[in-house]
């Protein structure tokens, strides 16, 4: 039950935080390089034994509501859906399958620091690619492409690490 | 059967993952293909519009000194055409007694509730709707200059499409020699603060820092209202014509007050334009 509501209140607080400061930052002209998106954090962070078809709901409901906010219907929609896909293709990239425990929520402080930026960083970095080779539907100014959706990467890591000491941390 | 539902049975992972990601892109393509649009699915809608209101409110009270400025400078430009008793017409004045003179635009100014810009296509929300008398395709100006076009509208809110949106188009006109130009917007090229104008012939005489103004030829905005200054001018060889950057009069970064441009010959116009 306690699970439950703190994966509530992580779906809702994500939205939130996403959509009402993240999108709100103004960083002058070049704004347009800045648009991190991290409501993928709440995929990435289920326990592995959580079912796919599970995973793949809370993705759909996820995208979806952002989509509604952000007026791109459709499309975190379907780059989250990709993303939660390829969740375990990712993970077990960079570790076995006999180093992580099915039954933990991952975070920076259950798989370590590095994995963590592994692990969310080759995720994250995915997520903007496709998001913004997506929404351009053209490849078109390839290496822009590639430098926002790495500047976006290393903002949302270096965000997400603030959100999980604040929330998760526990000495 | 048997077997084809033991197939199912095995792969009902990526059955649904391919179930739903046809479902979100079947929204992403119809939602950007077609005009029928999804009104109740854009931030437009009554829910999502009132939490972005809710934020407005309780964040708009650090910017008003900005609002208090604007309204400051355009009210006193207001009180200098009131103070000779003239009325603006298009871009020559008329003396307000005129009997052939009827008003034409009414402005009814509305609060921008969210505004983004930074992304590949941007949208704004402002608190008035089909109970105001809002309707599709109306224009938005803002204290300086024109903000956008009306896409989407609900009951209490409306989405505009603003200028730094890639899909939003308009003829418009260059101050000194009423060239007609296009006005776009490039998201790879541009940022929120600026825009071209292209297809203007390549002997008209564009310098830096000329305004291109609206040419009220679609019945949108009144002909006049500014739009950018000149800060980047090259040549397009192949084609004969001129592409000229404009820095936007409006900062679509903290724009917070607008007014929606309601045309009494709307109609009328929109019969001409079928026509031809």
Sequence with gaps: MIFEFRNIAWFIGLIVAQIFFIDYLDFGIYSSYFSPIIICFFILKMKLDTTVINLLMYAFFLGFITDIFRNTLGLNTSVLLIITFLKPTFLYSISSKEDIEKDVELNMFTIGLVRYLLFFGISIFLYHLIFFLLEQFSFNNLPILFFKAFINTISALVFLVFLQYLFIFKK | ?276
């Design chain 2, 1 to 276: 059967m048997r077997n084809i539902i033991l197939l199912i049975q095995k792969y009902r992972n990526f059955l649904f993952f391919l179930f739903l990601e046809f479902i979100s892109l079947f929204f992403l393509f119809s939602s950007r293909n077609s005009y029928h649009h999804y009104n109740y699915l854009s931030s437009s809608n009554s829910i999502t519009s009132s939490l972005y209101n809710f934020q407005y409110n309780m964040f708009s009270y650090f910017s008003l000194r900005e609002i208090n400025n604007d309204l400051l400078k355009e009210n006193s430009s207001l009180k200098n055409q009131v103070l000779n008793k003239d009325m603006v017409v298009g871009r020559k004045f008329i003396k307000s007694e005129d009997t052939i003179y009827q008003k034409n635009f009414l402005f009814k100014e509305v609060k921008v509730i969210n505004s983004q810009f930074k992304y590949y296509e941007n949208f704004l929300i402002v608190n008035a709707g089909k109970k105001s008398g809002v309707k599709e395709k109306m224009g938005l100006i803002g204290t300086k200059g024109i903000l956008g076009i009306v896409k989407n509208v609900s009951e209490n809110y409306a989405t505009i499409r603003p200028l730094i949106n890639p899909n939003f188009g308009l003829k418009v006109l260059h101050e000194n020699t009423n060239s007609w130009g296009d006005l776009i917007w490039v998201p790879e090229e541009n940022n929120y603060q600026n825009i071209f104008v292209k297809n203007i012939p390549i002997y008209t005489k564009v310098k830096l820092g000329d305004y291109f103004i609206t040419s009220g030829a679609e019945g949108l905005f009144p002909s006049g209202v500014k739009i950018g200054k000149v800060i980047e001018i090259n040549e397009n060889i192949e084609q004969q014509t001129l592409v000229i950057k404009l820095k936007n009069e409006e900062d679509f970064s903290r724009t917070k007050i607008g007014f929606i441009v309601f045309n009494k010959t709307a109609e009328e116009i929109k019969q001409h334009l079928i026509k031809k």
